[in-house]
């Protein structure tokens, strides 16, 4: 993995949910997801229902962005469902067992990342004074680092 690469993957550590957005039958649809995995080679894992309306039948586009106080992040890439029970089992854990009840399907949903931009910012109070010094000295301030990756 390219160390841009590895600075998204540390950034989307700790983040748990993204609103991953795909195509749908009136236009582009976005849901929050519980991240189940980030794995190296920028692969990100959610677990869905398969019987889901919105859920796609093929490779179809998608971008997942992840927030946090200080941090932003947008994936680019492709999603497609994953019915392995192997597979399904391995991204499972106790909680996210109490989504599949009432004969649901329990599937994964694999976004293959292509390309991702970032975003940083320090923490609030450094924001506002990084504002202030710059309303003061007539420069822009410094309002954090931007990247982007190709996985």
Wanted: charged share 20%; hydrophobic share 40%.
């Amino acid at each position: 993995m390219s160390d841009d690469g590895q600075q998204v993957q540390d950034l989307l550590e700790g983040i748990r949910v993204a609103m991953v957005t795909t195509p749908g039958p009136d236009g582009l649809c976005s849901r929050p997801m519980t991240v189940q995995r980030v794995d190296a080679d920028g692969v990100v894992w959610f677990l869905v229902d398969a019987d889901a309306d919105w859920v796609p039948s093929g490779e179809v586009e998608a971008n997942a962005a992840f927030v946090d106080d200080d941090t932003w992040v947008s994936l680019a890439g492709t999603a497609t469902l994953v019915t392995e029970e192997a597979t399904v089992a391995r991204l499972g854990d106790p909680v996210s067992g109490a989504w599949f009840q009432d004969g649901a399907s329990p599937a994964a949903l694999k976004v293959v990342t292509t390309h991702a931009d970032w975003w940083t910012a320090p923490g609030r109070l450094r924001r506002v004074l990084n504002i202030a010094g710059g309303v003061l000295s007539g420069h822009r301030p410094d309002m954090g680092d931007r990247g982007s990756a190709e996985p």
